[in-house]
């Protein structure tokens, strides 16, 4: 199975950005976490990161026909962004929503996730584990359909 785990808007910033909400490990970290889960489990994975919508739209699109699934972090633009939205359902790859903290108990404003109704399922305050549990949900998905 392929993988595309795109990262949005200051997710470069892990480890700098609010270590009280997303903990001390940097970018790499997650990457090299994820990285090493893929190759146990058998799935070829690749990284996208971005602070710009339209190249994360693109990403999602240059996806179409080379991707099983894809695990997404839009960051902020989950509140924001219908344009990656509708990206998602454009090239219809399932795809997973995955957030760090867990935004449900966060500031109001990020109660709303436009990205979702895009999504086959959502993880949140799981820290880098739910990017690993997004990949599990999407290789038992495939395995349905």
Do not use: W
């Amino acid at each position: 199975m392929k993988v595309l785990v795109i990262n949005g808007p200051n997710l470069n910033m892990l480890g700098i950005r609010e270590p009280g909400i997303y903990g001390a490990e940097t970018y790499k970290d997650l990457l090299e976490y994820i990285r090493s889960y893929c190759e146990n489990d058998g799935t070829d994975v690749s990284f996208y990161q971005s602070n710009h919508e339209g190249d994360l739209v693109d990403k999602i699109q240059e996806a179409l026909g080379v991707y099983d699934g894809i695990v997404i972090n839009p960051g902020a633009y989950t509140h924001t962004s219908i344009a990656i939205l509708d990206a998602l359902k454009s090239v219809s790859i399932p795809a997973v929503e995955v957030h760090i903290s867990d935004v449900d108990s966060r500031e109001e404003f990020r109660q709303i996730s436009y990205i979702r109704a895009a999504c086959i399922s959502t993880v949140m305050g799981k820290g880098f584990a739910g990017y690993t549990e997004a990949i599990r949900i999407l290789k038992e998905y495939r395995k349905t359909k």
